[in-house]
């Protein structure tokens, strides 16, 4: 049973930064399975955020997150990452951690908010 913990989110003022963080455990995990990272503001949908496979490559990225967040993991602590830059009001709203991608095993999500 995959299980992932996820932490980082909270309170930043436009133009800060927050470090979200996933990590999964329950059994071994490839190279080439998938992690995602989603966001739900309120009223809206679920939406794709950036993904990598789990070695570090192959990252991809939303249009409007592109230059600002990177995603990447941490061999030492088995951990993968959201590092979010230049935060705007928009960007409110939980993340959630998907690993393997698009299974259906999901983080409990974090709130970030983005005052302006």
């Known amino acids: 049973q995959v299980q992932l913990v996820e932490s980082g989110g909270g309170l930043v003022q436009a133009g800060g930064s927050l470090r979200l963080s996933c990590t999964p455990s329950?059994?071994?995990?490839?190279?080439?399975?998938?992690m995602g990272w989603f966001r739900q503001a309120p009223g809206k949908e679920r939406e794709f955020v950036a993904s990598?496979?789990?070695?570090?490559?192959?990252?991809a990225y939303a249009e409007s997150v592109k230059g600002r967040f990177t995603i990447s993991r941490d061999d030492t602590n088995n951990t993968g990452y959201l590092q979010m830059n230049s935060l705007k009001p928009e960007d409110t709203a939980v993340y959630y951690c998907?690993?393997?991608?698009?299974?259906?095993?999901w983080g409990q999500g974090t709130q970030v908010t983005v005052s302006s």
């Open positions: 998907n690993f393997p991608y698009e299974s259906n095993y």
């Open positions: 329950g059994r071994t995990f490839y190279y080439f399975e998938k």
């Open positions: 990598m496979r789990w070695n570090g490559g192959g990252t």
